[in-house]
Every structure is written in structure tokens, then in C-alpha cells.
């Protein structure tokens, strides 16, 4: 499966990126750090990368998804990762990055965490 993302804002003010897929090397991998890129350029401060229709990742997509978690901390926002199950949340356990970034079962959870957070301007 080709790998595309969806960008969608939810209250309140919430930048939700939809990644489904498989985040491997290869071009198409750089399209998510490009849209939390865009996101942070745009002034979004609180980000959840949605991983549910993920089905596959590999070291490069481990290493793209703390690319953007460090991108994010640098602008002064918050980057949360919801909905990664099986296979691909094991990878993150395996390589111990569940440890520095904060994993949600899903994205409704991610932004009740997010609500109750305030962001640095």
C-alpha cells in the first residue's frame, strides 16, 4: 500500500496528520515530516501523528517519527502519536522510543491530553 496522509484541525486547535500505509524507505516516507513541517510553519503547536492505518515500519519510518517529535519540541509545540497497534507499535517498544515520546491508543485520547496541556508561544 502506497503511502498517503491526510492533515485535518480539530478543536481545539489540534493539527491531527493521518498517515496510512506503510512508512519505509523511500521517497514517499519524507511526505510525513514535510506536512508536520508545514504544520509547525503554519503555527500549529499541538500535533498528533496518526498511525492506525499504518500496517508496516521500518527503521527509516521510526527515524522520521522522532525527526518530527524533535522538530516539534524545537518549535515550542507538542507532537503526540496516536493509534499504532500491533507490528508497528512493538517496533517503537523494541527501540525503546514509546520511552520519549507519548503513544495514545488513539486520537481522541491524544486530544483530551493535548486539551488539558498549554503550548509555548
Same mark, same amino acid.
Do not use: W
Given at each position: 500500500?502506497?503511502?498517503?496522509?491526510?492533515?485535518? =484541525?480539530?478543536?481545539?486547535?489540534?493539527?491531527?496528520?493521518?498517515?496510512?500505509?506503510?512508512?519505509?524507505?523511500?521517497?514517499?516516507?519524507?511526505?510525513?515530516?514535510?506536512?508536520?513541517? =508545514?504544520?509547525?510553519?503554519?503555527?500549529?503547536?499541538?500535533?498528533?501523528?496518526?498511525? &492506525?492505518?499504518?500496517? /508496516?515500519?521500518?527503521?527509516?519510518?521510526? *527515524?522520521?517519527?522522532?525527526?518530527? /517529535?524533535?522538530?516539534?519540541? =524545537? %518549535? *515550542?509545540?507538542?507532537?503526540?502519536?496516536? *493509534? %499504532?497497534?500491533? =507490528?508497528?507499535?512493538?517496533? #517503537?517498544?523494541?527501540?525503546?522510543?514509546?520511552?520519549?515520546?507519548? #503513544? #495514545?491508543?488513539?486520537?481522541?485520547?491524544?486530544?483530551?491530553?493535548? %486539551?488539558? &496541556?498549554?503550548?509555548?508561544?
Amino acid at each position: 500500500m502506497v503511502l498517503s496522509l491526510t492533515v485535518q =484541525k480539530r478543536e481545539p486547535d489540534v493539527t491531527v496528520i493521518e498517515v496510512s500505509g506503510r512508512i519505509t524507505i523511500g521517497r514517499e516516507s519524507g511526505q510525513l515530516d514535510a506536512a508536520v513541517i =508545514k504544520a509547525l510553519d503554519e503555527g500549529a503547536r499541538k500535533l498528533i501523528v496518526d498511525l &492506525t492505518h499504518v500496517t /508496516f515500519i521500518d527503521s527509516t519510518g521510526i *527515524g522520521i517519527v522522532a525527526y518530527c /517529535f524533535g522538530k516539534a519540541s =524545537k %518549535a *515550542g509545540a507538542q507532537l503526540h502519536v496516536a *493509534g %499504532a497497534n500491533g =507490528k508497528v507499535m512493538e517496533v #517503537f517498544e523494541i527501540t525503546h522510543i514509546d520511552q520519549v515520546i507519548r #503513544f #495514545f491508543p488513539n486520537v481522541d485520547s491524544a486530544c483530551e491530553a493535548l %486539551a488539558n &496541556t498549554v503550548s509555548a508561544k
